[in-house]
């Protein structure tokens, strides 16, 4: 078993990876650290809590992040519409019996890090603050940690929330250049090849005839999500799976090919956020160029909704 750690914004798709690594018997998952994005960090740690219940894994522990990006500013307004208000697509889940964890995310990290030395797994579906900040503040883990794969970023391809700049990296551009300069092994899992990947609005139907209250959460929430890609793209038909991919890429790294980059993050002026790879000699991150995205998502339909 593969010992993970997951850092999100819980968010539609978030849940969809949440409930994918939780019932995925090849991870183990230590902790759950959120922060800002989709939805508030007080929003995406609820969100977390109550959807941990209805996995009926709520023995994981989740513990907050930080509320201002690693430069200290105020998060970006959110996408109401892409992920609803409460962050799930108004989806109305029940409240968790369990609270977050008192220890700030970044600490949390660094002492699961410590814990399981050379044996973890990051996988992050959301900005890069919670792991800016535990670097910088143990720069050790960075010698430690097996890998961090990163939902985030668009290399060879256009951003989604401007022009230049995938959500996630946009999100709090600085952390992310902290992290993908800090040599921490990395794989970039970013709309490259996120994009490629399709879950068919069929499945709604499917998921509410099941019946359980996971997979009428979950069609609940991917309705919301389908409605507004439908608005950009009519023909879609469906909903990429972004932040699934990253615990897909953790099971089976043979479902995505991989170029060694080095990759930079702009931080200013309307490029924010944008990500520059560079095949240099010394490029340690792994950026992801293309998904077996037929394998990967009949495999995501096996154990989402188990
Ligand atoms: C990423 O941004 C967020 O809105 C999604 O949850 C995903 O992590 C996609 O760009
Ligand atoms: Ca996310």
């Given at each position: 078993m593969?010992?993970?750690?997951?850092?999100?914004?819980?968010?539609?798709d978030d849940a969809l990876a949440i409930?994918?690594?939780?019932?995925?018997?090849?991870?183990?998952?230590?902790?759950?650290?959120?922060?800002?994005?989709?939805?508030?960090?007080?929003?995406?740690?609820?969100?977390?809590?109550?959807?941990?219940?209805?996995?009926?894994?709520?023995?994981?522990?989740v513990f907050p992040?930080?509320?201002?990006?690693?430069?200290?500013?105020?998060?970006?307004?959110?996408?109401?519409?892409?992920?609803?208000?409460n962050g799930i697509g108004e989806a109305v889940l029940p409240a968790a019996d369990k609270q977050a964890g008192d220890m700030p995310a970044h600490d949390f990290i660094i002492s699961a890090v410590h814990e399981h030395p050379n044996d973890m797994?990051?996988?992050?579906?959301?900005?890069?603050?919670?792991?800016?900040?535990?670097?910088?503040?143990?720069p050790?883990?960075?010698?430690?940690?097996?890998?961090?794969?990163?939902?985030?970023?668009?290399?060879?391809v256009p951003g989604n929330i401007t022009p230049y700049a995938e959500a996630n990296i946009y999100h709090d551009a600085e952390a992310a250049q902290f992290v993908f300069q800090s040599g921490i092994p990395m794989t970039l899992v970013g709309l490259d090849v996120t994009l490629k990947t399709l879950l068919k609005r069929s499945v709604i139907?499917?998921?509410?005839?099941?019946?359980?209250?996971?997979?009428?959460?979950?069609?609940?929430m991917c309705g919301f999500y389908m409605d507004a890609y439908a608005k950009e793209n009519p023909k879609l038909n469906g909903c990429p799976l972004h932040d699934p991919l990253t615990v897909g890429?953790?099971?089976?790294?043979?479902?995505?090919?991989?170029?060694?980059?080095?990759?930079?993050?702009?931080?200013?002026?309307k490029e924010k956020g944008q990500t520059i790879g560079e095949e240099t000699e010394n490029g340690h991150i792994k950026v992801c160029l293309?998904?077996?995205?037929?394998?990967?998502?009949s495999h995501f339909l096996k154990r989402v909704v188990s």
């Open positions: 593969k010992n993970i750690i997951l850092d999100v914004d819980t968010g539609i409930a994918y690594a939780a019932n995925s018997p090849e991870l183990n998952i230590l902790g759950i650290t959120t922060t800002f994005g989709n939805t508030s960090v007080p929003g995406a740690t609820r969100n977390t809590l109550d959807l941990l219940q209805v996995l009926g894994a709520d023995d994981i522990p992040g930080a509320e201002k990006t690693f430069a200290g500013h105020e998060p970006a307004d959110r996408a109401t519409w892409i992920h609803g208000e797994s990051i996988l992050t579906t959301a900005n890069l603050g919670n792991l800016a900040r535990a670097i910088e503040k143990d050790e883990i960075v010698q430690l940690v097996t890998d961090v794969i990163v939902m985030g970023g668009a290399v060879t139907d499917e998921w509410k005839e099941k019946d359980t209250l996971l997979s009428r959460s979950l069609a609940h890429a953790a099971i089976n790294p043979g479902f995505v090919k991989t170029k060694p980059m080095a990759v930079h993050v702009k931080t200013e002026s293309d998904v077996d995205s037929g394998r990967f998502v």
